[in-house]
T-cell receptor, first 109, second 113 residues
Framework: SQQGEEDPQALSIQEGENATMNCSYKTSINNLQWYRQNSGRGLVHLILIRSNEREKHSGRLRVTLDTSKKSSSLLITASRAADTASYFC?????????FGTGTRLKVLA | DTEVTQTPKHLVMGMTNKKSLKCEQHMGHRAMYWYKQKAKKPPELMFVYSYEKLSINESVPSRFSPECPNSSLLNLHLHALQPEDSALYLCASCPSGQEDEQFFGPGTRLTVL
């Protein structure tokens, strides 16, 4: 399977704590994207990091990319109950996007 | 208008029925996608249309038939489905498909009896 792997599969934290999830992929990439999905709904794009970038920030999100290890991490700082969702990394090559297995994050109020 | 809409939200059909899912976007995006998602799994790519032409078919069974009538519309025609086809069907679009951000619709929850 070309699918990326994410870990942990599930993560439960208290509100205000930081959440870190990791993504590993198998092929060379031009960019890697992170998406959020609230239960049973469509995915929302969070952030895109290009292969020549090592780190990117967007609000409370911080993404890192290590192309030598074929891995990326997503850090959500000061988490909120509204951050409860599934998070997927995705790699794309000319129209074709492959999603990682996902991390289910639960933030407890 | 920066959203992708999908109809219907929910669909229940028998194995002998014929139904269609509809997806629409008015962002001028040139690539449109169908994904299938089972519970607690990632979306799986089914079809990609680029500039209204079918670019990718991920070996999807012929009981699923995509159609792109124009640059804003994408349909998925369903016929003789199996219970294992029950899933969330997601439509997405992106500006050019060249590794851009994808915009997803809310999905159609399909149940096949």
């Amino acid at each position: 399977s070309q699918q990326g792997e994410e870990d942990p599969q599930a993560l439960s934290i208290q509100e205000g704590e930081n959440a870190t999830m990791n993504c590993s992929y198998k092929t060379s990439i031009n960019n890697l994207q992170w998406y959020r999905q609230n239960s049973g709904r469509g995915l929302v794009h969070l952030i895109l990091i290009r292969s020549n970038e090592r780190e990117k920030h967007s609000g409370r999100l911080r993404v890192t990319l290590d192309t030598s290890k074929k891995s990326s991490s997503l850090l959500i700082t000061a988490s909120r109950a509204a951050d409860t969702a599934s998070y997927f990394c995705a790699t794309g090559r000319v129209y074709k996007y492959i999603f990682g297995t996902g991390t289910r994050l639960k933030v407890l109020a | 208008d920066t959203e992708v809409t999908q109809t219907p939200k929910h669909l229940v059909m028998g194995m002998t029925n014929k139904k269609s899912l509809k997806c629409e976007q008015h962002m001028g995006h040139r690539a449109m996608y169908w994904y299938k998602q089972k519970a607690k799994k990632p979306p799986e790519l089914m079809f990609v249309y680029s500039y209204e032409k079918l670019s990718i078919n991920e070996s999807v069974p012929s009981r699923f038939s995509p159609e792109c009538p124009n640059s804003s519309l994408l349909n998925l025609h369903l016929h003789a489905l199996q219970p294992e086809d029950s899933a969330l069907y997601l439509c997405a679009s992106c500006p050019s498909g060249q590794e851009d951000e994808q915009f997803f619709g809310p999905g159609t929850r399909l149940t096949v009896l």
